[in-house]
């Protein structure tokens, strides 16, 4: 439209209301090419993402996940894997249970009492263990996988490897710690 | 033929009414809004009082800005200059007034239910069908008085003002009907007939196009009166008001879907809703061309007068919000922006100075012509409320943008191996508290600034002189030929033609987004069905519903790699088949709740709704210690089993005749494990045991889950050896 050298600027029409007039100017040329533009740009993406295969959302979302699963299978090959005997030496390290008291504190301590004595969540300080033998490995498939149906959540995505070793050390370190409040025992008992 | 001079009144009373109006719930639109901003900075002062909790009181807050404050300003502007721009008095004195009385009675009900928690959980169609209807009825109040007005008008053609009032009319009309279409079960509760992503795609269709045509083109249209009249210029391009103004209104009603990007509705329909808003910005910017460049020859008047700065910041104001629109609606921006501070940051640009400016400059404009004074009381406090304003809205506008990027960023913080940086969501929530507090100074400062305005107003009407109303002249309407017109200049002088025309513009949009999902549900496979939620789960969801859950948390796992790591598997179609209403949420203050049900005792629930800092010291949640208190209605259970098996629940007989029975049952189980684990006695009939039970239940009621509750197959068979 205002390509056309014959528009004038400035025209004042024969409109009057209330007093207001109106100018009959051209459409600023940027403005009208802004608005090409974006009907060009719907244009091409809507057939971009209709027909011309482009990815959809989910399609976008099963990639991203694929690469995060082969990433840690890759991480996990990588990782030595500590035997039983190593990972029982964690509840002696003192760096490490110090290491687990931070993040029980902050995440565990809500059901599980500040101490370990319980609460919502079963008392971690005595012989017996719902899930498990009070072993590390099994604190620590219990910290990771959860157990669902009880109403403890699965950490494994929250923490960091180390942090669930670290969790786990600061856990069996708690049995026999006798502390005040201590809620009943529940499970089996797996001895000391 | 001769013409015949007539003469007329204009009637100013009803626009002194609703200017009056305008402030005084303006006033109390802000003040409620800077209650819910402290309220997020520092939780106790939600007061552990159910009516004043931040749950309540924040869909009170937006109600109030839109329809009692923008809502009130629009009537006083399209009334004041729809009559001089129609040269006629209005077309009925009654309708006028029964308009302003019944507007402030729906208003003084809004203010009434909503804390009192009678809400229909939807976000700016809260209110309840009662309420709904006389909604109705003032609207076609309204519509009457004004396409009276225009067919008793002395001007043969319609203004580009009048153009963007009849849009606002006809479509507010129909976005307000199709929304709020709902079975009513009680005097003050109703479930929408639309449900889960139908439900969400309707609601969004309304909300955004509430945005558009209440306080868009209503503005667009005071804009193009009062910029021209304040600064005594013309109009810099007819052409382009014409082709601005079509392609807004076509193109506006098919942006709803922006606010539903990731999530279960179909893919086609969130590309259309993307697409439709980003074609919307050069439309958008034709109306701030149009006003901004009204002003060449008359630039210095922004120097000097205030009134004239009032209505160039609004424009400036509109411009910015219209480019940030289309901008969070591209796909990947919205991934951050979705559920975050950024966009209640986008949503005060507009409302604030957009729609607040506006009205402010028009009541400056206003006031001393209606009430007899030349000119406002103080030319320097009307500076100080622009430029202490000002502050305040960039304080608001950055402290939340800030905020939202900031929290977005922190959600989407993933090492390659998926773990994520921030597992905690409080975390992320206790980063951006000190940009509540930023946030709640700058609503101190926009609201300082509306009180020096009141001031201001105040000792302006005190110094007018009374006006007796003045006799108006002009010649009767006769139609001239037109037909050596442009074909759009023929149209201006066809009321009726013009308004159809409109309406075909947004109808054919909203047919084409809303038609193929109303019947998404049947489509679905019989094995990705779920199962109806239990008597007590959906009166749990009710209490859900009524205290505002859906205000901070979603129920909606966007199709999204940081969601799906966070909350778990993106949520479905599916999953929310049967909620009336969907509550998938628009903000994240807390974290999505699509897959709570399981992950934490009902016992931690029940801690956590009565105390949340004894489940997470750092959580920033309102405490709910009323629901441990107060009474669940199981016997309202039967009708509304009733109402929702016409709506489509697969109910049997038995279920809805028995439904209290069957909730109450339920509660027995719950509460006896609560108490079993160490709550108190006795919570069975309670509230919290049915939201508890509503809460268990999200994310579970998959038909082939193995998690399937006993509950879902009352009533229990006989079997040998008793119950089933």
């Given at each position: 439209?205002?390509?056309?050298?014959?528009?004038?600027?400035?025209?004042?029409?024969?409109?009057?209301?209330?007093?207001?007039?109106?100018?009959?100017?051209?459409?600023?040329?940027?403005?009208?090419?802004?608005?090409?533009?974006?009907?060009?740009?719907?244009?091409?993406?809507?057939?971009?993402?209709?027909?011309?295969?482009?990815?959809?959302?989910?399609?976008?979302?099963?990639?991203?996940?694929?690469?995060?699963?082969?990433?840690?299978?890759?991480?996990?090959?990588?990782?030595?894997?500590?035997?039983?005997?190593?990972?029982?030496?964690?509840?002696?390290?003192?760096?490490?249970?110090?290491?687990?008291?931070?993040?029980?504190?902050?995440?565990?301590?809500?059901?599980?009492?500040?101490?370990?004595?319980?609460?919502?969540?079963?008392?971690?300080?005595?012989?017996?263990?719902?899930?498990?033998?009070?072993?590390?490995?099994?604190?620590?498939?219990?910290?990771?996988?959860?157990?669902?149906?009880?109403?403890?959540?699965?950490?494994?995505?929250?923490?960091?490897?180390?942090?669930?070793?670290?969790?786990?050390?600061?856990?069996?370190?708690?049995?026999?710690?006798?502390?005040?409040?201590?809620?009943?025992?529940?499970?089996?008992?797996?001895?000391? | 033929?001769?013409?015949?001079?007539?003469?007329?009144?204009?009637?100013?009373?009803?626009?002194?009414?609703?200017?009056?109006?305008?402030?005084?719930?303006?006033?109390?639109?802000?003040?409620?809004?800077?209650?819910?901003?402290?309220?997020?900075?520092?939780?106790?002062?939600?007061?552990?009082?159910?009516?004043?909790?931040?749950?309540?009181?924040?869909?009170?807050?937006?109600?109030?800005?839109?329809?009692?404050?923008?809502?009130?300003?629009?009537?006083?502007?399209?009334?004041?200059?729809?009559?001089?721009?129609?040269?006629?008095?209005?077309?009925?004195?009654?309708?006028?007034?029964?308009?302003?009385?019944?507007?402030?009675?729906?208003?003084?009900?809004?203010?009434?239910?909503?804390?009192?928690?009678?809400?229909?959980?939807?976000?700016?169609?809260?209110?309840?069908?009662?309420?709904?209807?006389?909604?109705?009825?003032?609207?076609?109040?309204?519509?009457?008085?004004?396409?009276?007005?225009?067919?008793?008008?002395?001007?043969?053609?319609?203004?580009?003002?009048?153009?963007?009032?009849?849009?606002?009319?006809?479509?507010?009309?129909?976005?307000?009907?199709?929304?709020?279409?709902?079975?009513?079960?009680?005097?003050?509760?109703?479930?929408?007939?639309?449900?889960?992503?139908?439900?969400?795609?309707?609601?969004?269709?309304?909300?955004?196009?509430?945005?558009?045509?209440?306080?868009?083109?209503?503005?667009?249209?005071?804009?193009?009166?009062?910029?021209?009249?304040?600064?005594?210029?013309?109009?810099?391009?007819?052409?382009?008001?014409?082709?601005?103004?079509?392609?807004?209104?076509?193109?506006?009603?098919?942006?709803?879907?922006?606010?539903?990007?990731?999530?279960?509705?179909?893919?086609?329909?969130?590309?259309?809703?993307?697409?439709?808003?980003?074609?919307?910005?050069?439309?958008?910017?034709?109306?701030?061309?149009?006003?901004?460049?009204?002003?060449?020859?008359?630039?210095?008047?922004?120097?000097?007068?205030?009134?004239?700065?009032?209505?160039?910041?609004?424009?400036?104001?509109?411009?910015?919000?219209?480019?940030?629109?289309?901008?969070?609606?591209?796909?990947?921006?919205?991934?951050?922006?979705?559920?975050?501070?950024?966009?209640?940051?986008?949503?005060?640009?507009?409302?604030?100075?957009?729609?607040?400016?506006?009205?402010?400059?028009?009541?400056?404009?206003?006031?001393?012509?209606?009430?007899?004074?030349?000119?406002?009381?103080?030319?320097?406090?009307?500076?100080?409320?622009?430029?202490?304003?000002?502050?305040?809205?960039?304080?608001?506008?950055?402290?939340?943008?800030?905020?939202?990027?900031?929290?977005?960023?922190?959600?989407?913080?993933?090492?390659?191996?998926?773990?994520?940086?921030?597992?905690?969501?409080?975390?992320?929530?206790?980063?951006?508290?000190?940009?509540?507090?930023?946030?709640?100074?700058?609503?101190?400062?926009?609201?300082?600034?509306?009180?020096?305005?009141?001031?201001?107003?105040?000792?302006?009407?005190?110094?007018?002189?009374?006006?007796?109303?003045?006799?108006?002249?002009?010649?009767?309407?006769?139609?001239?030929?037109?037909?050596?017109?442009?074909?759009?200049?023929?149209?201006?002088?066809?009321?009726?033609?013009?308004?159809?025309?409109?309406?075909?513009?947004?109808?054919?949009?909203?047919?084409?987004?809303?038609?193929?999902?109303?019947?998404?549900?049947?489509?679905?496979?019989?094995?990705?069905?779920?199962?109806?939620?239990?008597?007590?789960?959906?009166?749990?969801?009710?209490?859900?519903?009524?205290?505002?859950?859906?205000?901070?948390?979603?129920?909606?796992?966007?199709?999204?790699?940081?969601?799906?790591?966070?909350?778990?598997?993106?949520?479905?179609?599916?999953?929310?088949?049967?909620?009336?209403?969907?509550?998938?949420?628009?903000?994240?203050?807390?974290?999505?709740?699509?897959?709570?049900?399981?992950?934490?005792?009902?016992?931690?629930?029940?801690?956590?709704?009565?105390?949340?800092?004894?489940?997470?010291?750092?959580?920033?949640?309102?405490?709910?210690?009323?629901?441990?208190?107060?009474?669940?209605?199981?016997?309202?259970?039967?009708?509304?089993?009733?109402?929702?098996?016409?709506?489509?629940?697969?109910?049997?007989?038995?279920?809805?005749?028995?439904a209290d029975i069957w909730a109450e049952k339920q509660a027995e189980e719950v509460a006896a494990q609560l108490e079993k684990d160490g709550a108190p006695a006795g919570l069975k009939d309670k509230k919290i045991v049915a939201l508890i039970a509503y809460l268990q239940c999200l994310g579970k009621k998959a038909k082939t889950g193995t998690d399937t509750s006993k509950w879902n197959n009352f009533p229990?068979?006989?079997?040998?050896?008793?119950?089933?």
């Amino acid at each position: 439209m205002s390509d056309n050298p014959n528009d004038k600027y400035d025209v004042v029409l024969d409109h009057e209301y209330d007093g207001i007039q109106e100018l009959n100017n051209p459409l600023p040329m940027w403005w009208l090419w802004t608005f090409f533009g974006t009907i060009i740009f719907a244009f091409i993406y809507w057939i971009h993402y209709s027909v011309g295969g482009g990815m959809s959302l989910d399609g976008h979302l099963q990639a991203q996940l694929q690469q995060i699963e082969e990433q840690k299978q890759l991480e996990a090959k990588n990782q030595p894997q500590k035997n039983e005997a190593d990972l029982e030496t964690l509840p002696k390290n003192a760096a490490v249970v110090a290491q687990g008291n931070k993040v029980f504190q902050m995440n565990c301590a809500n059901c599980h009492g500040d101490k370990g004595q319980g609460g919502i969540g079963p008392n971690l300080t005595d012989n017996y263990w719902i899930h498990g033998d009070g072993k590390m490995t099994s604190v620590m498939a219990t910290i990771k996988d959860g157990v669902l149906e009880k109403g403890m959540p699965s950490w494994g995505p929250i923490f960091k490897p180390e942090e669930i070793e670290a969790l786990a050390a600061f856990v069996v370190n708690l049995r026999g710690s006798n502390p005040a409040n201590a809620k009943a025992p529940q499970g089996e008992d797996k001895g000391s | 033929m001769e013409r015949k001079l007539e003469k007329f009144f204009y009637d100013d009373n009803i626009v002194k009414m609703f200017i009056m109006a305008t402030l005084f719930w303006g006033g109390a639109a802000f003040l409620v809004g800077l209650i819910i901003a402290l309220q997020l900075a520092y939780w106790p002062l939600n007061l552990n009082l159910d009516f004043l909790t931040f749950s309540r009181l924040r869909p009170l807050h937006t109600n109030a800005a839109i329809f009692a404050f923008a809502g009130n300003a629009i009537f006083a502007g399209i009334y004041h200059s729809s009559q001089r721009l129609l040269k006629t008095r209005l077309f009925s004195d009654f309708l006028t007034k029964l308009h302003f009385w019944g507007w402030q009675t729906i208003i003084l009900a809004a203010l009434i239910t909503l804390p009192l928690g009678f809400t229909q959980g939807k976000e700016y169609a809260e209110l309840e069908w009662p309420i709904d209807l006389m909604i109705t009825i003032i609207w076609v109040v309204f519509a009457v008085n004004f396409f009276g007005t225009i067919a008793r008008r002395r001007e043969q053609h319609l203004y580009v003002a009048i153009w963007f009032y009849i849009a606002t009319i006809v479509t507010v009309a129909m976005l307000h009907v199709v929304n709020s279409i709902e079975i009513p079960v009680s005097f003050l509760q109703s479930y929408p007939v639309y449900a889960g992503v139908q439900d969400a795609l309707v609601q969004w269709w309304y909300g955004h196009n509430a945005v558009a045509f209440f306080l868009t083109t209503p503005f667009l249209g005071l804009m193009y009166y009062y910029i021209p009249k304040a600064v005594n210029r013309p109009i810099y391009s007819y052409r382009l008001s014409i082709v601005h103004f079509w392609a807004l209104v076509f193109i506006y009603i098919w942006a709803g879907p922006h606010h539903l990007l990731y999530t279960a509705l179909p893919e086609w329909s969130q590309t259309l809703g993307m697409i439709f808003s980003v074609m919307l910005w050069a439309p958008s910017w034709g109306g701030m061309i149009n006003g901004l460049l009204t002003l060449r020859g008359a630039w210095h008047l922004l120097r000097t007068e205030p009134i004239v700065q009032f209505l160039i910041a609004a424009v400036t104001f509109y411009g910015m919000a219209t480019f940030e629109g289309p901008l969070l609606s591209i796909k990947s921006v919205s991934a951050l922006g979705h559920y975050t501070d950024w966009i209640i940051g986008h949503v005060h640009g507009g409302a604030l100075g957009w729609n607040g400016f506006l009205a402010f400059g028009m009541i400056y404009y206003l006031v001393p012509r209606l009430w007899g004074a030349d000119g406002m009381y103080s030319k320097k406090l009307m500076s100080y409320h622009l430029w202490i304003a000002l502050t305040g809205i960039l304080l608001y506008y950055i402290s939340m943008v800030s905020a939202g990027i900031t929290q977005g960023l922190m959600w989407r913080a993933i090492s390659p191996t998926g773990q994520m940086t921030y597992p905690d969501f409080v975390q992320t929530v206790n980063a951006i508290r000190p940009l509540y507090w930023v946030r709640v100074f700058g609503g101190l400062l926009f609201i300082t600034g509306y009180f020096i305005g009141i001031y201001n107003i105040w000792k302006t009407i005190a110094m007018g002189k009374k006006v007796s109303p003045v006799e108006q002249q002009a010649y009767a309407l006769t139609f001239k030929d037109d037909s050596n017109e442009n074909a759009h200049r023929k149209l201006e002088g066809l009321g009726t033609v013009f308004t159809v025309l409109v309406l075909v513009s947004v109808i054919v949009g909203s047919v084409i987004e809303i038609l193929p999902t109303l019947s998404i549900h049947k489509h679905l496979p019989q094995d990705e069905q779920i199962l109806p939620y239990t008597a007590l789960e959906q009166l749990g969801r009710d209490v859900y519903v009524t205290e505002g859950c859906y205000v901070c948390h979603s129920q909606m796992i966007r199709t999204y790699t940081p969601d799906v790591i966070r909350f778990g598997p993106s949520s479905t179609i599916a999953e929310s088949m049967y909620d009336h209403p969907f509550q998938w949420g628009s903000k994240r203050t807390g974290p999505d709740l699509a897959r709570v049900g399981g992950k934490y005792p009902d016992l931690w629930h029940y801690r956590h709704m009565v105390d949340p800092r004894s489940m997470n010291n750092q959580s920033i949640m309102p405490a709910y210690g009323w629901l441990e208190t107060k009474k669940a209605d199981f016997y309202s259970l039967r009708k509304k089993l009733s109402v929702l098996r016409t709506l489509g629940v697969p109910y049997t007989d038995e279920q809805v005749s028995q439904a209290d029975i069957w909730a109450e049952k339920q509660a027995e189980e719950v509460a006896a494990q609560l108490e079993k684990d160490g709550a108190p006695a006795g919570l069975k009939d309670k509230k919290i045991v049915a939201l508890i039970a509503y809460l268990q239940c999200l994310g579970k009621k998959a038909k082939t889950g193995t998690d399937t509750s006993k509950w879902n197959n009352f009533p229990f068979k006989k079997v040998a050896g008793g119950e089933q």
